[in-house]
């Protein structure tokens, strides 16, 4: 993402542990209506992860998490945002997703290796 401090004010710099917050995030979302918001909640999960607000939302996230595992701590591979919670997809909070590992990820979903 860039860093558009200058041109953003609702750019808001914020460190919690060394990560970027998710208060980047926000500043760049648009502000989704009820309505809008609900069409993101029905969609097919698959249409879902193709939208920009999925899009702009796992860039937060890995970039927030470090891009690395939160149960190996491997940075090294190819990181996935992994919903904890399903309950508020469309508009979800931070603490519903986290980075998983392709191998980690795997495990938590009973995906046989």
């Not at 690395?68 to 931070?94: A, T, W």
Request: proline share 3%; aromatic share 10%; charged share 25%.
């Amino acid at each position: 993402m860039i860093n558009d401090s200058e041109n953003n004010p609702k750019y808001i710099p914020f460190h919690i542990n060394g990560f970027i917050s998710f208060m980047k995030y926000y500043s760049f979302v648009k502000k989704y209506t009820e309505e809008e918001i609900e069409e993101l909640r029905v969609m097919p999960y698959v249409d879902y992860l193709e939208t920009e607000h999925w899009k702009l939302l796992r860039m937060a996230v890995l970039e927030r998490m470090g891009r690395q595992c939160v149960i190996c701590g491997n940075s090294h591979v190819e990181v996935h945002v992994h919903h904890l919670s399903y309950r508020r997809k469309g508009h979800e909070n931070i603490n519903d997703l986290t980075c998983l590992c392709n191998e980690c990820h795997k495990k938590v979903h009973h995906i046989a290796l």
